[in-house]
């Protein structure tokens, strides 16, 4: 296997892997906020959309089986592919500025109060770099390892707190009317719109592979579904809906009633892990394929010999630890970038392009398309 090639059981769990963590812990209170006590539904009613979309990416992937989505989207959409590929490419760096915003503030809120974020970001986005740097195929093997541990941690929580649920508290269903689920699914769109990262990766499935990818996807996409709907549930049978909308990170209290007294009493511990080790995962996929889209949008200059992968992924990263400080003030104003431009802008770009773009290359009759200029290593 060439350096970057990856299997479909390895794109399958690169899309869970870079995704999961949003509706796992990032953005729960804001579905909570936004649902009440339907929250937990938002998941399940959006599924079948989930579903077209990656059934598209599929199929576009059969159309255009060596262009990553950067690539093809001129070829559907002409000139004005430009454009929205550049969208598509601000969209991967926005996830990593997301994902950086949300676990320094939780580590400093929970963990570390008196370590300054700059030096917590700092760090982690070092770490990022290292992971980007590898390539693809190192960061698809470091998932297989990562994922199974984190879902294996997520179950012992969950069972441990079992006893202080109250599963009653998820019902009656609609109680306040449509609403509240109706806008808690729309948030929720954005949540299953990053599943579109996909439409970068699976370029490097081995030609053998690419007609399996659906079925690969499959199991994960049941997964991400699984661990959005479980936490929102699992809080609000714990919490209640009211008490858990006001908190800043709802599920972390679950590992806050955990204790083994023979073996640990402080098992947040383990919550440090688990978030950790999500967000370097998803954070070091969506920064190597936003530089490897930002190399691809700009194929035609000579972007990739004047500034090399190898300073641009640092340059990138010291960029977005910048912005995150900077940029990015306060709560309230991180509060407004996430539910007014990131989650509206990611299912406009995950669930709804897709779709459209395998309706257009139809309409258009565009058949399989020659091996798109690919920049392998960047």
Not at 109 to 114: A, G, K, Q, T, V
Not at 276 to 298: N, P
Request: hydrophobic content about 55%; overall charge positive.
């Amino acid at each position: 296997m060439k350096r970057w090639e990856i299997s479909a059981f390895q794109a399958g769990w690169l899309t869970a892997g870079a995704v999961v963590l949003t509706g796992h812990a990032l953005a729960v209170t804001h579905f909570m906020q936004a649902g009440g006590r339907d929250a937990w539904i938002s998941g399940l009613i959006n599924m079948p959309l989930l579903f077209l979309a990656a059934w598209s990416l599929y199929r576009l992937r059969l159309i255009f089986p060596r262009d990553t989505i950067v690539q093809y989207l001129p070829k559907v959409l002409g000139v004005v592919g430009y454009p929205v590929a550049a969208i598509y490419v601000t969209f991967l760096f926005g996830a990593v500025l997301f994902t950086l915003r949300m676990t320094t503030d939780w580590m400093v809120d929970s963990i570390l109060p008196e370590t300054p974020a700059l030096v917590i970001s700092g760090l982690y986005m070092a770490a990022v770099v290292y992971a980007a740097l590898s390539g693809l195929d190192v960061l698809a093997r470091i998932n297989q390892f990562t994922l199974p541990l984190l879902a294996l941690l997520g179950m012992t929580v969950s069972v441990s707190t079992m006893q202080a649920k109250d599963y009653r508290l998820l019902f009656p269903l609609l109680e306040k009317g449509p609403w509240p689920l109706l806008s808690a699914s729309v948030l929720a769109l954005g949540f299953f719109g990053e599943t579109s990262i996909m439409g970068m990766y699976d370029a490097y499935v081995l030609p053998e592979d690419r007609k399996k990818l659906f079925r690969a996807y499959i199991f994960p996409l049941l997964f991400i579904v699984t661990t959005f709907t479980g936490p929102l549930a699992g809080s609000i049978a714990t919490l209640g809906h009211r008490v858990a909308a006001d908190m800043p990170y709802p599920t972390f209290q679950h590992w806050l009633m955990v204790s083994y007294a023979r073996f640990f009493e402080r098992t947040d511990l383990l919550a440090v892990h688990q978030w950790l080790a999500g967000a370097y995962v998803r954070s070091g996929i969506f920064l190597l394929m936003a530089v490897h889209g930002l190399y691809q949008l700009f194929s035609r200059t000579t972007l990739q010999k004047r500034l090399p992968a190898k300073w641009l992924i640092p340059g990138a990263a010291a960029a977005l630890v910048a912005l995150s400080e900077k940029a990015i003030p306060s709560q309230p104003v991180f509060d407004t970038f996430v539910l007014s431009i990131y989650l509206p802008t990611t299912a406009c770009l995950g669930i709804l392009l897709p779709p459209l773009l395998l309706a257009i290359a139809w309409i258009r009759g565009l058949t399989r398309t020659k091996r798109g200029a690919q920049t392998h290593g960047a």
